[in-house]
C-alpha cells in the first residue's frame, strides 16, 4: 500500500458500514497509464473509519486504462464517490499534459477568469465549438494545436484582442465591447513581461521539441519564475552563482525520480557550476525580482520573492523536490555549492560551455 496523508475529515454517508459518519479523506501517490506512459498523480479516496471493514479482503485490481482505471479503493474500509473519482481522473489527465506541457485544466481556468470570460465565450473567441472549453476544464485533454492557441492568448493579450475582433459577432455589441476593455487592461500590465519572455524564448528556439538537452520538457517560464521566487522566499541571501546551480539541481534530481525535468532549461558546464542557457535573461524577466549591486570589482544580482505570483503551477512532486535542494544545500556557502556541483559526474564529463545532458543527471548525488 502507497504511503498516505491525512488531507481532511467530512461526514457522509459511508457506503462501508452504511452508517452517517465522520470519515477519512487521504492522498497518496498512485500511477496511471495513458498512451502507453506510467504517470504518477495525487490520488484522492475515503477511508471508513469505524473499522467494520474486512481487512483481509483481496486488494482490488486496477486496470491500466485510464478511463477505465478502478479508483474505488484498493481495501473494502476504502471508497470513492463519484465526485472523487472524477477528481483523480482529472489529476491523471493533468499528469499527462504536464508531461508533454500542455495547459493544466487550472492553468486553462485561470486563463479565461483573467480575460473574465465564460467557458462558452472562450470557445466563441477562438472559433471552437462551445462545448469544447468546457470538455478540457474537466477531463478531455487538448491537442497540441488547441494548446498553441491557448497559450498564444494566455501569453500575448495583443492576440487576444485580434481574435475577439477576427470573431465579434460571435458575442452582443455590450459584451465584446466589455470583453475587449478587459483584454486592452491586461496588455497593458502584461507588456513588459511578454517582451522579457520573447527575449528569453529566442535563447531555445533551438530546442524546440523535448530531448536530453532540456529534460524531455519544453521550458516553461511559469515555472521557472515560481521557483526563483520559492527559493527566494526560503534562503535569505540568494545570488546568481547559487541560484542557477540550485536550478540544475533541481531539474537533475527530477530527471533521476520521474524522467522530466521541471523547468525545460538547457544547461551548460560553466566557470562557476551548470548555468543555464540565457541566464541573463532569466534575470531580465518582469516577474523576477532581483536588485543589481554594483561595487569597484564585481556586479552581483540577488533575488527576492514575487508575491504576486501563482505557485500553484508547481505540483507537489516539484515543490518535494525544491524542497529536498533547500535542504541538501541549506549550510552551503554559494562557493562551496559551486564546488559540489563541479564535482557531479554530469559536470566532469563534460568541458567548459559543453550543454550537460539530462542523461547524465541520472548520477547525481541524490
Keep these: ?20 459518519h465522520q470519515v477519512e479523506e487521504r492522498i497518496r501517490m498512485s500511477n496511471a497509464t495513458i498512451k502507453g506512459e506510467k504517470l504518477f498523480y495525487e490520488e484522492h479516496y475515503f477511508v471508513c473509519t469505524n473499522g467494520s471493514g474486512d481487512s483481509n ?8 486504462s485510464a478511463n477505465e482505471k478502478q479508483l474505488s479503493g484498493r481495501k473494502n474500509h476504502e471508497f470513492q464517490t463519484e465526485n472523487l473519482n472524477n477528481i483523480n481522473l482529472m489529476a491523471i489527465g493533468n499528469a499527462y499534459r504536464k508531461a508533454h506541457s500542455l495547459m493544466t485544466t487550472e492553468e486553462i481556468v485561470s486563463l479565461r477568469e483573467n480575460y473574465g470570460l465564460t467557458q462558452v465565450e ?8 462551445e462545448a469544447t472549453i468546457s470538455r478540457y476544464e474537466s477531463k478531455a485533454i487538448q491537442d497540441e494545436a488547441y494548446d498553441t492557441m491557448l497559450r498564444i492568448i494566455k501569453e500575448n493579450p495583443l492576440m487576444a484582442v485580434r481574435f475577439l475582433d477576427k470573431n465579434s459577432d460571435k458575442f452582443p455589441e455590450t459584451k465584446r465591447m466589455q470583453i475587449r476593455t478587459r483584454m486592452i487592461e491586461k496588455l497593458d500590465s502584461y507588456g513588459k513581461e511578454f517582451l522579457s519572455r520573447q527575449v528569453l524564448e529566442s535563447a531555445y528556439v533551438k530546442f524546440p521539441v523535448p530531448s536530453d538537452f532540456n529534460g ?45 525535468s521541471i523547468t525545460g532549461m538547457v544547461y551548460r558546464h560553466e566557470l562557476m557550476g551548470a548555468f543555464p542557457i540565457g541566464d541573463d535573461s532569466l534575470i531580465s524577466l518582469k516577474n523576477v525580482n532581483v536588485r543589481r549591486e554594483d561595487d569597484l570589482e564585481t556586479t552581483q544580482y540577488q533575488f527576492y520573492p514575487n ?26 556557502s554559494d562557493m562551496n555549492l559551486a564546488a559540489f556541483i563541479q564535482e557531479e559526474t554530469a559536470y566532469i564529463q ?12 541520472k548520477k547525481i548525488h541524490g
Excluded at 1 to 20: D, G, Q, W, Y
Excluded at 248 to 253: F, K, Q
Excluded at 318 to 330: A, G, N, P, R
Excluded at 350 to 361: E, K, M
Aim: proline share 2%; glycine share 2%.
Design 1 to 20: 500500500m502507497a504511503r498516505s496523508s491525512l488531507f481532511k475529515t467530512i461526514h457522509i454517508e459511508c457506503p462501508v458500514c452504511n452508517m452517517f
Design 307 to 332: 508575491s504576486t505570483l501563482d505557485l500553484s503551477v508547481l505540483s507537489k512532486n516539484e515543490t518535494d523536490i525544491l524542497d529536498s535542494v533547500l535542504t541538501k544545500f541549506k549550510n552551503f
Design 122 to 129: 472562450l470557445a466563441r473567441l477562438l472559433g471552437w465549438g
Design 350 to 361: 563534460t568541458r567548459q560551455h559543453d550543454i550537460i545532458p539530462y542523461s547524465l543527471a
Design 57 to 64: 479482503a483481496e486488494t482490488e485490481k486496477a486496470t491500466n
Design 216 to 260: 524531455y520538457r519544453l521550458l516553461d517560464i511559469d515555472k521557472l519564475e515560481s521557483i526563483v521566487s520559492y527559493y527566494a522566499e526560503r534562503v535569505a541571501e540568494l545570488y546568481k552563482v547559487r541560484l542557477m546551480n540550485m536550478l540544475w539541481y533541481a531539474d537533475a534530481l527530477s530527471f533521476k525520480t520521474y524522467g522530466n
